[in-house]
């Protein structure tokens, strides 16, 4: 896209100047060539592009013939600079990055196919042939079943960049919104899970049975990482996945290595009220948790 701005502006100009001469002088469609590439030369200081060829122009250069058009001819070339390195990229930058905006009603999330969500935002955003990487689960939700807040982040691996996608569901307008940016690298990515593959594991668990095993709380939240860690948490109900079905993993089989999903309810810890008794002030604190562990590896028996 740069390049081909680039030549059409020059080409633009080379024609314009060209009518432009006043002066018999040899080669000079060549000098206005050059002229126009040198206003247009930049150089990258810490990756921040300057237009150093104008400034070399304006130091060094003092043509005696056709002095206007070859004064016009840089200033076409640091034009080109400008448009190039400068606007065109953060014009990109804010067309590429805009929020996409993806209309859905979301049910109970007891009756939910999160893999059928997940896919829906796959279509929409033309990545069904992308290996994506998951991060930043998270689900709140009320006892009825009602879903308050619904987040997690998608990142695709293109060549030695990666692309970031942070999906959002907006409750108050039922629709998802979904932002994505360019990166040069992620620490993490060989340790997250395939987004696949964590929502069918997602699946297996029965929401509802986890929810009213907790009691009557405020809310609820299942969250993850999806990242694969060294897990150790002891003291703590904790099941894993095997075959599509749940067992108990008790402290003595830990540490063990594996990706997992944390639910607990949240109860209120603290309450502020006014003089008039209304509340000003709540805080919440996790509790009655419990994690689901997949691709459990046990080590050495």
């Known amino acids: 896209m740069a390049s081909i701005v680039y030549t059409v502006i020059l080409i633009v100009s080379f024609?314009?100047?060209?009518?432009?001469?006043?002066?018999?002088?040899s080669y000079f469609p060549i000098k206005i060539i050059g002229y126009f590439i040198l206003g247009s030369f930049a150089f990258n200081f810490n990756q921040i592009?300057?237009?150093?060829?104008?400034?070399?122009?304006?130091?060094f250069f003092r043509p005696t013939l056709n002095v206007d058009v070859k004064r016009m001819a840089s200033v076409f070339g640091v034009l080109a600079f400008i448009l190039v390195y400068w606007i065109l990229p953060f014009a990109i930058h804010e067309w590429e990055s805009r929020p996409i905006f993806i209309e859905h009603e979301l049910?109970?999330?007891?009756?939910?196919?999160?893999?059928?969500?997940?896919?829906?935002?796959?279509q929409e955003l033309k990545l069904e042939n992308q290996n994506l990487r998951l991060e930043d689960f998270e689900v709140d939700y009320v006892k009825d079943g009602r879903i308050t807040d619904l987040s997690w982040q998608l990142l695709g691996q293109n060549g030695n960049s990666y692309k970031l996608y942070q999906i959002r569901y907006e409750i108050g307008k039922s629709r998802y919104r979904v932002t994505n940016s360019q990166l040069e690298k992620w620490l993490q990515y060989n340790r997250l899970i395939e987004a696949d593959h964590f929502f069918e594991n997602?699946?297996?668990?029965?929401?509802?049975?986890i929810t009213h095993a907790k009691g009557d709380f405020s809310s609820y939240v299942i969250r993850s990482t999806g990242e694969r860690i060294n897990y150790a948490v002891e003291n703590r109900t904790h099941f894993f996945v095997s075959n599509g079905e749940l067992q108990l993993l008790d402290d003595k089989q830990l540490p063990v290595e594996c990706y997992y999903i944390s639910t607990f309810a949240m109860k209120k810890t603290e309450e502020n009220r006014d003089d008039q008794?209304?509340?000003?002030?709540?805080?919440?604190?996790?509790?009655?948790?419990?994690?689901?562990?997949?691709d459990v590896n046990f080590g050495e028996e």
Do not use: H, R, W
Request: avoid cysteine.
């Open 15 to 25: 024609l314009f100047l060209v009518l432009k001469k006043g002066e018999a002088e």
């Open 49 to 59: 592009p300057l237009p150093l060829g104008f400034i070399v122009y304006l130091l």
């Open 107 to 122: 049910g109970s999330v007891y009756t939910m196919n999160f893999q059928d969500e997940y896919e829906l935002i796959k």
């Open 202 to 209: 997602l699946n297996v668990l029965d929401i509802k049975d």
């Open 277 to 294: 008794g209304n509340i000003t002030q709540e805080s919440f604190g996790g509790t009655e948790s419990s994690d689901y562990l997949f």
